[in-house]
């Protein structure tokens, strides 16, 4: 009794810190909402206030009468889903070559992962630049899309590794021996078993392309119907005054899609953590 008693304030303290600690992390969400349906004079007002009484969808009207904005939304959604799609499949293969094969530099390719895991996205901006130009690939989406594939695999190769490397070789002999080829193998037993890293993966790479504004604004120059999202938001930076309210509204919009993506995978995702936790 004594042991319970001295457990329940430990207990309370720390699901007190944990809804503090929600409540930081959720106070600018809900500050970007509400400032997106406040009115101009109370958004711009010198004291404001967390609530608003006389709500407008004023602020949304000008981000959907913005030019243009239908197609830097499907331009964002584009460049994330293939970014998305492709370097999940990439890392699938990648995760399954050094979990289940033994080649020569294994270990230095992994450790290759790491390290360009740690180099600057920024630190490597100006050389991308440069091969974007040199392939032809400037002002079109596939500048987006490529540097994104590419900065999601190491992260996901590793997080799928442990997966792959948690199947384990008792099912890959029994299908062999039922008679399954090596491609069977891996895209009808493997690749749903590791499906909830695949989520896991897929969120991260998904939000890292969605809100991407530096590769946009670097290899993005002269043609605007490649913009994305974050593009479209600099309309409303202003040298006399910035529209905080379509700034506000715009990032609500541009929430939405991540949402949505995170609450379909939100199961697989729960799992695919732990499984990286377990690992």
């Known amino acids: 009794m004594n042991f319970l008693g001295l457990r329940r304030p430990w207990r309370l303290a720390a699901e007190t810190s944990t809804l503090l600690i929600a409540a930081v992390i959720a106070f600018?969400?809900?500050w970007m909402v509400l400032s997106a349906f406040k009115p101009a004079d109370e958004v711009q007002s010198a004291r404001p206030r967390p609530w608003t009484l006389r709500p407008s969808l004023e602020a949304f009207r000008r981000v959907f009468e913005q030019?243009?904005?239908?197609?830097?939304?499907?331009?964002?959604?584009?460049?994330?889903?293939?970014?998305?799609?492709?370097?999940?499949?990439?890392?699938?293969l990648a995760a399954t070559a050094v979990a289940r094969f033994r080649f020569r530099f294994r270990t230095t390719l992994l450790v290759m992962f790491l390290i360009a895991q740690m180099v600057p996205i920024e630190a490597l901006t100006i050389p991308l630049f440069f091969m974007m130009r040199d392939f032809g690939q400037l002002n079109t989406l596939g500048a987006l899309i490529l540097p994104h594939i590419a900065f999601s695999l190491p992260f996901a190769i590793w997080m799928l590794?442990?997966?792959?490397?948690?199947?384990?070789?008792?099912?890959?002999?029994?299908?062999?021996?039922?008679?399954?080829?090596r491609a069977r193998f891996l895209w009808q037993i493997l690749f749903p078993l590791v499906t909830p890293g695949l989520a896991a993966t897929?969120?991260?790479?998904?939000?890292?392309?969605?809100?991407?504004?530096?590769?946009?604004?670097?290899?993005?120059?002269?043609?605007?119907?490649?913009?994305?999202?974050?593009?479209?938001l600099l309309v409303f930076f202003k040298p006399e005054e910035n529209d905080w309210g379509g700034i506000?509204?715009?990032?609500?919009?541009?929430?939405?899609?991540?949402?949505?993506?995170?609450?379909?995978?939100?199961?697989?995702?729960?799992?695919?953590?732990?499984?990286?936790?377990?690992?």
């Open 28 to 30: 600018p969400l809900y």
């Open 67 to 92: 030019h243009d904005f239908g197609r830097y939304f499907l331009n964002s959604l584009v460049v994330a889903v293939v970014a998305v799609v492709a370097s999940g499949l990439i890392a699938f």
């Open 161 to 181: 590794r442990g997966f792959v490397k948690a199947v384990p070789e008792a099912i890959e002999e029994a299908a062999y021996i039922d008679g399954a080829s």
């Open 202 to 232: 897929s969120v991260f790479s998904f939000i890292a392309t969605w809100n991407d504004f530096l590769f946009a604004k670097s290899f993005i120059i002269s043609d605007t119907s490649q913009s994305t999202l974050p593009m479209a």
């Open 248 to 279: 506000m509204a715009g990032s609500t919009v541009m929430t939405i899609p991540v949402l949505i993506f995170f609450v379909l995978v939100q199961r697989r995702l729960v799992s695919g953590l732990g499984g990286a936790v377990k690992d």
